[in-house]
C-alpha cells in the first residue's frame, strides 16, 4: 500500500456550522417570523385605467361594475374599424356626454387603406384640440406597407401617441414579427434628419395568439414561444415603445369565475407571456386595457378579464408598485 493513501484517510471531513442567527427571523419589532410576498388575493391597484374600452360607455360601465368598480378612473375608447365620417360624430358625443366614466383618450384610426393616393391625416387629426379627450392615432397592422408607415410617422412627428394593432401572423412564423419590426425601425429611421419624441402602444402581442390545444409542456419548447421570447427583447430595445396586456386571441371567450378549472389553465399559460414582457419591458412599460384588440371575434367581459389579468400578475410575486403602474400608472402618464 502506498504510503500516502493512510495519510489521506483521516476520517470523515469536519463540515463548517452555520450560527444559530441564521435560523434567527429577523427581529423586526411587530412579528416573530420571516417576511413572505403579498398574498395575490390582497394585491389590488389603487386605481384602474382602461386602456383599450371596445363598444358603447354604457356598456363598459355596466361589465366593469362588479371587478373594477369604483377604482376605474378613466377609460381609453376604442374606435378602430370605422370610417373617418363616424369617428367625427362619435368624438362630437363623447365631448358632450356629461354622464359616465371619464374618457380620458381614443383610439382613432389614422388610414383608410381601401382609399387609394397618398396619405392625407383626417380632418380629427389635422389640427390638435386643446379640449375633448386625448386621441391617439392607430392601425390594424396587417403587413408592412408604405402609406401605413407615412401616416403613423406623420403622427409621431406632430407629437402623437399612437397604437399599433398588431394582427399579422407572428405565432406560424416569423415573418409578422420580422414585419412590425421593419416598420418600428422605419419609424426610429436615424437617417431621417427629423426626430420624434412621442410613444408607442403595440397591441395585441402580450398575450399573443395562441394554440389552447397546444399543451403547456409542449409550448415551452415549441418555435412560437421561443419567437415570442426572443422578439419580444428586440422590441423592448426601442425606448419608447409600450405593450398593451389585452384580453388573448385564443378563440374562446375569458373563462368566468363560475369556470375555475379554465381560469386556472389560462393563468398558468398567461404567466409564461407575462414573464418574458416583464424582463424585456420592465413594470413601466405595460399597461392594461379590458376588450380584445380589433377585427377579434371572441367576446370578454370586462371583470371577467381584469380579475384573472390581476391574478396572474399578482401570482408573479410583485409589489404593490408594479401593480399600480400595470394597471394605471402607466397609462396616466402615457395619456397626461
Known amino acids: 500500500m502506498s504510503p500516502s493513501v493512510g495519510a489521506r484517510r483521516k476520517g470523515a471531513k469536519v463540515l463548517p456550522k452555520l450560527p444559530l442567527s441564521a435560523f434567527t427571523p429577523p427581529n423586526t419589532g411587530t412579528s416573530d417570523s420571516f417576511p413572505g410576498p403579498p398574498s395575490p388575493s390582497t394585491l389590488q391597484p389603487e386605481e384602474i385605467v382602461d386602456v383599450y374600452a371596445a363598444g358603447d360607455l354604457s356598456q363598459w360601465k355596466q361589465e366593469a361594475a362588479r371587478g373594477i368598480g369604483q377604482k376605474g378612473k378613466g377609460v381609453v375608447l376604442s374606435l378602430l374599424g370605422k370610417g373617418f365620417a363616424e369617428v367625427e360624430k362619435e368624438l362630437e358625443s363623447i365631448k358632450s356626454a356629461a354622464e359616465g366614466p371619464s374618457v380620458i383618450a381614443v383610439l382613432v384610426p ?14 380629427y ?27 403613423l410617422h406623420w403622427a ?33 429611421d436615424p437617417t431621417n434628419p427629423k426626430k420624434h419624441n412621442a410613444n408607442i402602444i403595440v397591441s395585441n402581442i ?3 395568439p395562441d ?10 419548447t415549441h418555435p412560437s414561444y421561443r419567437n415570442y421570447q426572443a422578439h419580444t427583447a428586440a422590441l423592448s430595445l426601442y425606448a419608447n415603445v409600450f405593450v398593451s396586456y389585452l384580453p388573448p386571441a385564443w378563440g374562446v371567450p375569458t373563462p368566468p369565475q363560475s369556470a375555475p378549472k379554465d381560469r386556472t389553465e389560462w393563468k398558468k399559460r ?10 424585456a419591458f420592465g413594470f413601466q412599460r405595460i399597461v392594461f386595457g379590458s376588450s380584445p384588440s380589433a377585427a377579434i371575434q371572441a367576446s370578454s367581459n370586462v371583470s371577467d ?6 391574478e396572474s400578475f399578482a401570482e408573479l410575486g410583485i409589489e404593490q408598485d408594479a401593480i399600480d403602474a400595470v394597471f394605471a400608472g402607466n397609462a396616466k402618464r402615457l395619456f397626461s
Not at 389614422?110 to 380632418?123: H, K, N, Q, T, Y
Not at 394593432?165 to 412564423?173: L, M, N, P, S, Y
Open 110 to 123: 389614422i388610414v383608410d387603406l381601401s382609399s387609394e393616393g397618398a396619405f392625407i391625416p383626417p380632418s
Open 125 to 151: 387629426l389635422a389640427s390638435k384640440s386643446a379640449s375633448g379627450p386625448v386621441l391617439v392615432p392607430s392601425v390594424v397592422f396587417l403587413k408592412s406597407e408604405q402609406k401605413v408607415k407615412k401616416a
Open 156 to 188: 409621431l412627428l406632430e407629437g402623437y401617441t399612437i397604437n399599433i394593432d398588431v394582427q399579422c401572423d407572428i405565432r406560424a412564423t416569423e415573418g409578422g414579427w420580422d414585419a412590425l419590426e421593419d416598420l418600428l425601425a422605419s419609424l426610429e
Open 206 to 208: 402580450l398575450p399573443p
Open 211 to 220: 394554440d389552447l390545444s397546444l399543451p403547456i409542456v409542449k409550448l415551452l
Open 270 to 279: 398567461i404567466k409564461m407571456y407575462i414573464s418574458p414582457a416583464v424582463e
Open 305 to 310: 378579464w381584469y380579475e384573472l389579468a390581476r
